[in-house]
């Protein structure tokens, strides 16, 4: 059984300046929520409910978040503004929290590892944030959490993109077991269309097997001169076993402005009462 999830969430997100000056990029809210705090519930309706995080410096309002503000409750306690912290304070309730520290940005593998302290060894789920995840029935966690208890390895969330977008991502390509479902072969972080062995992207979701971190302790730094999730992914294929998942929801790209806006507009749109 899965029970944590690591949100790596030490980024700068530097396309939201001035914004992200002080604030973490993960408070930003998608309309009057933060998006971290939909990662979050799309973890515990997967029943992941001990969840983990790599900060960084100037991240403190993530804790501050996911934790009781005697004041401000007792403010507004029995009037109708206590409706609009009924979701977070179950969260509160159901869900633990644990923090650590990356003190270097050495890319996202080395934010991974970071959270071995907090993980442990047991398999577990690891959501970027920046990547919202939308759909109408079964969340997308949830849908790799059920693939997990059938094939036991490492999983990744994938979608098609443009070949012109293969750049931004992690490209994956394998064998097709299923319609929905890859064995993986191949994994190659950014690569330019000419040289992307497909054009699917993995997505912000992964369902990573513990030895994955003795895998990025002797991964060396790559793309970007960081050390890249997708290359350790890629040894673990070629040990054993990896799979790419094409699941069902629609993806929002909150790391940059347009997708911001985009995934704004659908929740205001679909979930504002
Ligand atoms: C990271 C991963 C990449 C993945 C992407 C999903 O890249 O390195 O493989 O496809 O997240 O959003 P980043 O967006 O942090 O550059």
Redesign the pocket.
């Known amino acids: 059984m899965i029970k944590k999830c690591l949100f790596p969430v030490a980024?700068y997100g530097t396309r939201f300046l001035p914004a992200t000056k002080s604030m973490p990029k993960e408070m930003l809210p998608i309309v009057n929520k933060p998006l971290v705090q939909y990662g979050v519930e799309e973890a515990m309706e997967a029943g992941l409910t001990n969840i983990a995080f790599v900060t960084g410096r100037g991240k403190r309002a993530i804790e501050d978040h996911f934790d009781v503000s005697y004041e401000l409750e007792h403010q507004i306690s029995g009037t109708g503004k206590e409706q609009y912290l009924e979701g977070i304070r179950a969260i509160i309730e159901t869900c633990c929290f644990s923090y650590t520290r990356q003190t270097e940005m050495k890319?996202?593998g080395h934010a991974i590892l970071m959270g071995e302290n907090l993980i442990g060894d047991e398999a577990f789920a690891v959501v970027?944030a920046?990547?919202l995840c939308i759909s109408s029935g079964e969340g997308v966690l949830s849908q790799m959490v059920k693939l997990y208890k059938q094939f036991r390895c490492s999983i990744v969330a994938i979608e098609e993109v443009p070949l012109q977008e293969t750049e931004?991502?992690?490209?994956v390509a394998g064998e097709l077991v299923r319609e929905d479902l890859f064995r993986v072969e191949t994994m190659v972080?950014?690569p330019k269309p000419e040289e992307a062995p497909s054009n699917y992207?993995?997505?912000?979701r992964y369902i990573l097997t513990p030895d994955i971190f003795r895998i990025l302790r002797n991964t060396p730094p790559g793309r970007n001169g960081e050390v890249?999730?997708?290359d350790a992914l890629m040894t673990q294929a070629r040990e054993g076993c990896v799979m790419a998942y094409k699941f069902k929801g629609k993806r929002f790209?909150c790391?940059s402005v347009e997708g911001f806006i985009e995934a704004t507009n659908h929740c205001y749109q679909h979930f504002y009462k």
């Open positions: 980024g890319g996202l970027l920046d990547d931004k991502y992690g490209v972080e950014k992207a993995v997505m912000g890249q999730i997708t790209d790391g």
